[in-house]
């Protein structure tokens, strides 16, 4: 009979039944009895596997085995699990066991992390040197990005919180996050982990809808920052402009800032492939949409590849010490508007809505940029008020949870 990969009960009862009457036999290695004996072995031990798997015990009975083990009570447990009554919750169902209960059950008494980690990923239990209670999480709960109960914060914010970043890898590549060679426009100090906690998001949300195609370096340029320009002359030109950069490799996501970053946008830039592009909408208006898009598209033309993993600003400075902004900077506002059309145009003089109109049109583009720009040129944000596109950006971006 010929060794074959067993496939049912029938089979398996046949090899099992000439197994045993080989291993009787006792042949002497070397000889075909004893390498049939082998092989059928073999194959009788990896049906068993597939059919017969070993099942773990769950956490409540590995943690029970260990206490008739070495003789524990319920206060035994105390110091692994924190109290009592937790013990008690645990024991009997009512508690699922926290990060850093199954850290102390495994290290205090040995159980098999296995056993304890069957509702979480064994990367869980990486030791890293992020402290996870400066994360906004109840601000993150509060919002949908995390599922949970507000009274779970203190007890669960590490697993919680290791659930959230767990598509961008590792805790130690998240740790890394707000390490990383980053460049920060502002006036105001930025909360470090609420800038990881809204990257973070950016990126999950750019991972779950990718781009059908990678982004090819060198695809931004001033003619496409142009076209994308052109794009704003229609009622849902923010949306256009998100499907246009789509189909050439690159992630346009909105999300409002977390407190603490007093962020516009930013271009991020440490996926392979893929820059994503975020913008808060902290000004709910289209001139303000169209420069913070253009300026974020300029960092991807200018520094893409070179070693920075992402620029994020706060556009109310005006001015920036950095290089970088200030090229940024130019090259969107030669996007939206060429530095020699504004310098002819009767926009760079007047205030009228009447000359921002016929610049608009020259160019091709909405004339809440024009406006923006004669607004930002002469230091005088009450003027063409009409024009600058209130409230008409937010509202295109349905999905989107805007906090009150």
Request: charged share 25%; net charge negative; proline share 6%.
């Amino acid at each position: 009979m010929e060794i074959k990969v067993l496939k049912d009960k029938e089979s398996y009862q046949a090899a099992l039944n000439e197994l045993n009457n080989l291993m009787d036999l006792d042949p002497a290695p070397g000889t075909p009895e004893a390498n049939r004996l082998e092989l059928l072995a073999l194959v009788v031990e990896d049906y068993e596997a597939k059919a017969f798997p070993v099942r773990l015990p769950n956490p409540i009975e590995a943690i029970r085995f260990r206490m008739e083990q070495q003789n524990l009570t319920q206060r035994d447990l105390v110091p692994y699990i924190g109290s009592r009554s937790k013990v008690s919750e645990v024991l009997s169902g009512k508690r699922p066991l926290s990060l850093p209960m199954i850290r102390a059950l495994h290290t205090g008494l040995g159980i098999p992390a296995k056993a304890l980690l069957q509702e979480h990923d064994p990367s869980e239990l990486e030791a890293t040197d992020i402290e996870w209670d400066k994360f906004p999480l109840k601000e993150m709960i509060s919002r949908g990005w995390i599922k949970a109960n507000l009274s779970e914060v203190k007890e669960r914010a590490e697993e919680l919180l290791r659930h959230f970043f767990a598509p961008l890898g590792s805790p130690v590549s998240v740790a890394a996050m707000y390490k990383k060679t980053n460049s920060t426009r502002s006036a105001r100090t930025l909360d470090k982990y609420a800038l990881a906690a809204w990257t973070a998001r950016i990126m999950v949300q750019a991972l779950s809808a990718p781009p059908s195609v990678d982004y090819k370096p060198g695809t931004v340029t001033l003619d496409f920052m142009k076209d994308v320009a052109r794009l704003s002359w229609s009622e849902s030109g923010p949306l256009l402009a998100k499907e246009f950069l789509e189909k050439h490799g690159i992630s346009l996501i909105v999300e409002p800032h977390l407190p603490q970053t007093h962020l516009d946008g930013a271009a991020i830039m440490v996926m392979a492939h893929r820059p994503v592009i975020g913008l808060s909408l902290r000004h709910d208006r289209l001139d303000n949409f169209w420069f913070c898009l253009t300026h974020e598209l300029a960092h991807i033309a200018l520094h893409y590849g070179q070693g920075i993993a992402g620029f994020y600003d706060d556009l109310d400075v005006k001015h920036s010490d950095d290089p970088r902004e200030r090229e940024a900077d130019e090259l969107a506002g030669e996007a939206l508007i060429p530095q020699e059309e504004w310098m002819k145009s009767a926009a760079r003089a007047l205030k009228s809505p009447e000359a921002a109109e016929a610049l608009a049109k020259k160019l091709l583009i909405h004339p809440a940029i024009v406006a923006g720009r004669m607004r930002h040129e002469s230091n005088s944000y009450q003027v063409l008020n009409q024009l600058v596109g209130h409230g008409q950006v937010r509202k295109l971006f349905k999905e989107v949870v805007w906090p009150q």
